[in-house]
C-alpha cells in the first residue's frame, strides 16, 4: 500500500511542476522555439547583402542544424567529423550510419553521411542521403552545394546550374555559388552555339 501511495504522490508532484506553457495552447513547444529561430535566420540570410554578415548568419543556421537534442547523437557526431578529417571514411560512416537510425528526422546527420560517401566518391549514395536531407530541411544550402557538386562532377552542368541556383534563391550571398552560376551558365551558353 505504501509503494502504491509514494507512486501516487510521485505522479502527482510532478504534474504539479509542470512547465509554464504546459497549460497555455497557446505557448509553442521547445522544437517549435528552434523552428521559429531558423525561419527567422533564413529570412535575414535572404535579406542581407554584407557576403560577410552573410556567413555569419549561416554559420548560425548550421549550429542550429548541429543541435540534435541528444548529447549521444551530438558525440557520434564529433567522433564522425574528426574520423572524416583524418580520412577513416568507414569509422565516419559507422557512427554516421548509427546517428541515421537512432534520429531518422534528424538532418544534419543525413547530410553529414552525405558529405562523407562524396568524399568517398560514392555519389549514388551520397544523392540518397542528400535525397532524405532535403526532404528535412529543403533549405540546406549544404546539401544542394553538394548535389550541385555532384552533378558537376558527373557531367550533368544543366543540372548543376540549377541546383546552384537553388542555393542563391536560399542564401544569395554565397560566394562560391555565384561563382558556380556565372562558370556554368558561359559553359552551357558556349555549348549552345
Known amino acids: 500500500m505504501r509503494i502504491l501511495f509514494a507512486f501516487f504522490a510521485t505522479i502527482f508532484l510532478s504534474s504539479a511542476v509542470l512547465p509554464a506553457w504546459a497549460d497555455d495552447p497557446v505557448a509553442p513547444p521547445v522544437a517549435a522555439t528552434k523552428e521559429a529561430r ?19 548568419i549561416a554559420g548560425s543556421i548550421g549550429n542550429e ?3 540534435s537534442g541528444s548529447a549521444s547523437i551530438d558525440l557520434m557526431m564529433q567522433w ?3 574520423a572524416a578529417e ?5 569509422v565516419a560512416l559507422d557512427f554516421l550510419d548509427q546517428v541515421v537510425t537512432l534520429q531518422p528526422a534528424y538532418a544534419e546527420g543525413w547530410n553529414r553521411r552525405a558529405t562523407v560517401h562524396f568524399m ?5 549514395k551520397s544523392m ?6 532535403l526532404r528535412l530541411e529543403p533549405r540546406h544550402f549544404g546539401a544542394l552545394s553538394g548535389l550541385a557538386q555532384i552533378m558537376a562532377e558527373t557531367g550533368h552542368k544543366q543540372s548543376a546550374l540549377e541546383a546552384w541556383q ?3 534563391s536560399i542564401y544569395p550571398m554565397m560566394r562560391s555559388a555565384q561563382d558556380q552560376v556565372a562558370t556554368l551558365s558561359e559553359e552551357l551558353a558556349g555549348e549552345g552555339i
Open 86 to 90: 583524418d580520412q577513416k571514411f568507414d
Open 120 to 124: 568517398m566518391k560514392n555519389y549514388g
Open 65 to 67: 542544424w548541429l543541435q
Open 128 to 133: 540518397s542521403d542528400i535525397d532524405h536531407t
Open 38 to 56: 531558423l525561419d527567422q535566420l533564413f529570412a535575414d540570410l535572404k535579406r542581407e547583402r554584407n557576403e560577410k554578415a552573410a556567413e555569419r
Open 166 to 168: 537553388r542555393v542563391l
Open 80 to 82: 564522425s567529423q574528426k
